[in-house]
T-cell receptor
């Protein structure tokens, strides 16, 4: 079964960069990598997605390994509002396969 | 950005009754919508894929007669939990794919169902 693996939790200081890793060793050539984040009792919020090349948007950057078996979500300057559970997801034929997520704790 | 709404946001019902949850794409058309269930401190679990005008595709272990899905229009899908039991209490989340941009999936705010 396709599956992503992430650390259960990570801590970071406010206003510092955060690197959230994800392994997706079973990914196939056409599967996109998505990142969503979720606050308690809310629906997931889209963060970023990519296929092979590194991607940047106003929220974050996504660095994808050359073999595509891993990726890293980069928050350039974390704020307290970035505290959430971050999910790394394989998009397999338009179906999202969710991992367990990383709980990101931001320390003021 | 695209918006997906869910109604109700919270519902409490008695055991044995049925509850309907609506999922609407407000500013785009969605030929495909997804229904998820999330238990506390766990990830989202896909229950079913709903395609407009056709029968939903259910994931293994999800009872299609208990969780009735209807996707009658390009902007509305409904999930009905029939004969609800306390173990059905959960956070139900829908998502919708924009027909014009299928790689983007937008999530609703979720519905908290409590069965007493």
């Amino acid at each position: 079964d396709a599956k992503t693996t992430q650390p259960n939790s990570m801590e970071s200081n406010e206003e510092e960069p955060v690197h959230l890793p994800c392994n997706h060793s079973t990914i196939s050539g056409t599967d996109y990598i998505h990142w969503y984040r979720q606050l308690p009792s809310q629906g997931p919020e889209y963060v970023i997605h990519g296929l092979t090349s590194n991607v940047n948007n106003r929220m974050a950057s996504l660095a994808i390994a050359e073999d595509r078996k891993s990726s890293t979500l980069i928050l350039h300057r974390a704020t307290l509002r970035d505290a959430a559970v971050y999910y790394c997801i394989q998009d397999s034929n338009y179906q999202l396969i969710w991992g367990a997520g990383t709980k990101l704790i931001i320390k003021p | 950005g695209a918006v997906v709404s869910q109604h109700p946001s919270r519902v409490i019902c008695k055991s044995g009754t049925s509850v309907k949850i609506e999922c609407r794409s407000l500013d785009f058309q969605a030929t495909t919508m997804f229904w998820y269930r999330q238990f506390p401190k766990q990830s989202l679990m896909l229950m079913a894929t709903s395609n407009e005008g056709s029968k939903a595709t259910y994931e293994q272990g999800v009872e299609k007669d208990k969780f009735l899905i209807n996707h009658a229009s390009l902007t509305l899908s409904t999930l009905t939990v029939t004969s609800a039991h306390p173990e059905d209490s959960s956070f139900y989340i829908c998502s919708a794919r924009d027909s014009q941009a299928p790689y983007e999936q937008y999530f609703g705010p979720g519905t908290r169902l409590t069965v007493t």
